[in-house]
């Protein structure tokens, strides 16, 4: 009799730790990710500091802002460059819009995507370092312009660590 209470116990104790893997799991896991190379939205990037904001002409004709994580901002105070791995950079956009309350003021209007580029010199070795993802509404956008990411920066900014945003003091 105790033993066939201690064996349920046990496997009672097994499937609950089991259980509570799988949830750990799903919460760090299951992230919309971007195609080829995995990059997920970080937690809490809205919160990082301003590297520079930044603008498009028509037709995209958008307002930009780019935003670094801790490392990133650290690297830019100390003129760091290649960027350390661990640096994140992301890249908001608006569509540019008149203010209703003062006309010649332009103000962001829908949200159009957020991009990120995220440094890690093993993992992507091969696109100089780093991954990139770009996202409409939080999901990824296709493998086709996720192609586009490291031919466009390392193409224009390859002095630079393939990063065009310079700090705006
Ligand atoms: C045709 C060129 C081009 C392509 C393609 C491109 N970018 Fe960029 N990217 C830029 C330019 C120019 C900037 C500088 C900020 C600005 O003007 O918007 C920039 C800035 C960034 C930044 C801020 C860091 C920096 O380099 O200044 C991130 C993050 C970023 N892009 C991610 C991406 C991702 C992800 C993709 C692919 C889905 C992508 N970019 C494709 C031109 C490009």
């Known amino acids: 009799m105790k033993l066939i209470q201690l064996v349920i116990i046990a496997a009672v104790a097994a499937s609950f730790a089991l259980a509570m893997a799988s949830v750990a799991h799903a919460s760090s896991a299951g992230k919309p990710a971007s195609p080829i190379y995995g990059v997920t939205i970080p937690d809490g990037y809205r919160q990082w500091q301003l590297i520079a904001p930044a603008q498009e002409a028509a037709p995209l004709d958008e307002l930009r802002a780019v935003l670094g994580n801790a490392?990133?901002?650290?690297?830019?105070?100390?003129?760091?460059?290649?960027?350390?791995?661990?640096?994140?950079?992301?890249?908001?956009?608006?569509?540019?819009?008149?203010?209703?309350?003062?006309?010649?003021?332009?103000?962001?209007?829908?949200?159009?995507?957020?991009?990120?580029?995220?440094?890690?010199?093993?993992?992507?070795?091969?696109?100089?370092?780093?991954?990139?993802?770009?996202?409409?509404?939080?999901?990824?956008?296709?493998?086709?312009?996720?192609?586009?990411?490291?031919?466009?920066?390392?193409?224009?900014?390859?002095?630079?660590?393939l990063v065009f945003t310079r700090f705006a003091p």
């Not at 070795?125 to 490291?150: I, L, M």
Request: net charge positive; with cysteine; hydrophobic share 35%.
């Open 71 to 161: 490392i990133a901002i650290k690297a830019y105070r100390d003129g760091t460059l290649p960027f350390p791995d661990g640096t994140v950079l992301a890249k908001l956009a608006w569509r540019h819009v008149p203010s209703l309350e003062f006309e010649p003021a332009s103000i962001p209007g829908a949200a159009t995507t957020v991009q990120f580029m995220v440094k890690d010199s093993k993992k992507y070795a091969a696109t100089g370092g780093w991954g990139f993802g770009r996202f409409v509404d939080g999901k990824p956008t296709d493998e086709a312009q996720h192609r586009s990411c490291y031919a466009c920066h390392q193409a224009r900014v390859k002095n630079h660590d």
